[in-house]
Nanobody, 116 residues
Framework: QVEFVESGGGLVQPGESLRLSCATT????????IGWYRQAPGNQRELVAG???????NYAGAVKGRFTISRDNAKNMMYLQMNSLKAEDTAVYYC??????????WGQGTQVIVSS
């Protein structure tokens, strides 16, 4: 059962910005720490940014200072603002609970392509 729906990806040039959105259920949103992951071709899925219910935020080193994770509790939505995009940010981006594994349910993801 898919419980996360990602959107907002697209094709952009290096240096441009995108804002990804993640919709999920109220129970998941309110009871779990959540985050954004990405998987580039040939690579394993990696955690990009995490946001706990307590408000703690962590970023992968490669995106720190460029990406911003946020949430809207009223809408059960999570966002990832991505600025100064680079070619190496090209990947399919997913949202899920922190610590999610390949055995958990994942959405379709949203494709981000950064290319000139």
């Amino acid at each position: 059962q898919v419980e996360f729906v990602e959107s907002g990806g697209g094709l952009v040039q290096p240096g441009e910005s995108l804002r990804l959105s993640c919709a999920t259920t109220e129970i998941l949103f309110r009871l779990h720490d959540i985050g954004w992951y990405r998987q580039a071709p040939g690579n394993q899925r990696e955690l990009v940014a995490g946001l706990t219910n307590g408000g703690d935020i962590n970023y992968a080193g490669a995106v720190k200072g460029r990406f911003t994770i946020s949430r809207d509790n009223a809408k059960n939505m999570m966002y990832l603002q991505m600025n100064s995009l680079k070619a190496e940010d090209t990947a399919v981006y997913y949202c899920n609970t922190l610590g999610a594994t390949v055995f958990d349910s994942w959405g379709q993801g949203t494709q981000v392509i950064v290319s000139s």
